[in-house]
């Protein structure tokens, strides 16, 4: 069972709108949550986390939003810009920093 | 520059094979990691070195053998490998195991 899930396997907006990627999980153990961004041919890149103890955080274009209750996550980009078209993993750790990821979302902004 | 390098990028094998696949950081952390990312599935956790102990072995098959001779090197040791062992294989490295992890850019391996 997938602990993990990114249901939306693709989005696509235009530059200088709102993104919104999703994230949900279903273990409750989990305690601190993070997005990469991957480009083609390349590694996962660390975006921005936060802890569990926390509702939102916030690093220039990208806010990241928890709810705990729902057992959701979500990552803002605004504006969106063309170079943030890329593949987008949640991941969401516990268990002594084991990292659980979930499929991915394909971000195209269109210019 | 990651500063998390894997070789080869690319690897061929044979089922009978023996291959070596390495990862090395320049960045001072001290927990590692390989996962396994297979076509259209999530990246999966295979082990997770800390302070070159194995903390995590994901119950991964025994063909795959990792070794962790210090904090700065990884290996992942192949041998009799299946097809469905094709996949991208990532290392990652983290100062510690709960911060965010700094990934390769992976070895592509198909198993013949």
């Known amino acids: 069972d997938q602990q993990v899930k990114q249901n939306s396997p693709s989005l696509s907006v235009q530059e200088g709108r709102i993104s919104i990627l999703n994230c949900d999980y279903t273990?409750?153990?989990?305690?601190?949550f993070l997005w990469y961004k991957k480009y083609p041919a390349e590694g996962p890149t660390f975006l921005i986390s936060?802890?569990?103890?926390?509702d939102k955080n916030e690093d220039g274009r990208f806010t990241v939003f928890l709810n705990k209750s729902a057992k959701h996550l979500s990552l803002h980009i605004v504006p969106s810009q063309p170079g943030d078209s890329a593949v987008y993993f949640c991941?969401?750790?516990?268990?002594?920093?084991?990292?659980?990821f979930g499929d991915g979302t394909t971000l195209t902004v269109k210019p | 520059e990651t500063g998390v390098t894997q070789t080869p990028r690319h690897l061929v094998m044979g089922m009978t094979n023996k291959k070596s696949l390495k990862c090395e950081q320049h960045?001072?952390?001290?927990?590692m990691y390989w996962y396994k990312q297979s076509a259209k599935k999530p990246l999966e956790l295979m082990f997770v070195?800390?302070?070159?102990?194995?903390?995590e072995n994901n119950s991964v098959p025994s063909r795959f053998s990792p070794e962790c001779p210090n904090s700065s090197h990884l290996f992942l040791h192949l041998h009799t490998l299946q097809p469905e062992d094709s996949a991208l294989y990532l290392c990652?490295?983290?100062?510690?195991?709960?911060?965010?992890?700094?990934f390769g850019d992976g070895t592509r391996l198909s198993i013949l």
């Open positions: 990652a490295s983290s100062q510690e195991p709960y911060q965010p992890q700094h």
């Open positions: 273990n409750s153990m989990f305690d601190y």
């Open positions: 936060i802890s569990s103890i926390k």
């Open positions: 991941a969401a750790t516990g268990n002594a920093g084991k990292s659980t």
């Open positions: 960045l001072g952390h001290n927990a």
């Open positions: 070195y800390n302070f070159k102990e194995q903390t």
